[in-house]
């Protein structure tokens, strides 16, 4: 079975300052792992994805992420908050099933940021 | 580049009424889906189809059918409508590349279908 944890349901920053999102992730074999953002009424929108190239992955509007095997975590990261950051946030992972690849999506992190 | 287009964008429904959301999308996708979006549960998959004329079920199939009519189009049917079925409903596709250990299925969005039902 996998899984994945998004370890905050909230976060809030001011402008400017750093941005962490954690997601802690469970797969019985070498697994994909996604950030999708959501936009307020919005679909969601592909940041990055992992596939087992390099560890660092760089996504959209300076977001990136880091897989840690040892850890099992891919936790989102930017270096200086934007007001446009504000969105919801979905850790992703797609391992092999039984019956081919399955998605399984985290609860989400509501990302805030403030002035 | 309109990708993938849901309708209607909002719905309100009683109790034991029908309906279907269509979606289409014009990426030539082989794989679509339908995901319904639950405060504090993230996405849950609802249906896919992996390619024309295929249809699965998800992790929470009951109370709804689905229609996979041709490569761009993906109905989602709710024969008799239940408050419990009130949510944000996602289609998406994905053109899936290379076999299922390498690739990435990455899923494109529509816009999402806001269903309350009475």
């Known amino acids: 079975a996998q899984s994945v944890t998004q370890l905050d349901s909230h976060v809030s920053v001011s402008e400017g300052t750093p941005v962490l999102l954690r997601c802690n992730y469970s797969?019985?074999?070498?697994?994909?792992l996604f950030w999708y953002v959501q936009h307020p009424n919005k679909g969601l929108q592909l940041l990055l994805k992992?596939?087992?190239?390099?560890?660092l992955v760089k996504g959209i509007n300076g977001f990136e992420a880091e897989f840690k095997k040892s850890e099992t975590s891919f936790h989102l990261t930017k270096p200086s908050a934007h007001m446009s950051d504000a969105a919801e946030y979905f850790c992703?992972?797609?391992?092999?099933?039984?019956?081919?690849?399955?998605?399984?999506f985290g609860t989400g992190t509501q990302l805030k940021v403030e002035l | 580049n309109a990708g993938v287009t849901q309708t209607p964008k909002f719905q309100v429904l009683k109790t034991g009424q029908s309906m279907t959301l269509q979606c289409a999308q014009d990426?030539?996708?082989?794989?679509m889906y339908w995901y319904r979006q639950d405060p504090g549960m993230g996405l849950r998959l609802i249906y896919y189809?992996?390619?024309?004329?295929?249809?699965d079920k998800g992790e929470v199939p009951n109370g709804y059918n689905v229609s996979r009519l041709n490569k761009r189009e993906f109905s989602l049917r709710l024969e008799s409508a239940a408050p419990s079925q009130t949510s944000v409903y996602f289609c998406?596709?994905?053109?899936?590349?290379?076999?299922?250990?390498?690739?990435?299925?990455?899923?494109?969005f529509g816009a999402g279908s806001r269903l309350t039902v009475l």
């Open positions: 998406a596709s994905s053109e899936i590349s290379g076999g299922p250990s390498s690739g990435a299925n990455v899923l494109t």
């Open positions: 797969s019985s074999y070498s697994p994909s």
């Open positions: 992992y596939t087992s190239a390099a560890t």
């Open positions: 992703v992972v797609r391992g092999l099933t039984g019956g081919g690849n399955k998605l399984t």
């Open positions: 990426m030539n996708h082989n794989s």
């Open positions: 189809s992996a390619s024309e004329g295929t249809t």
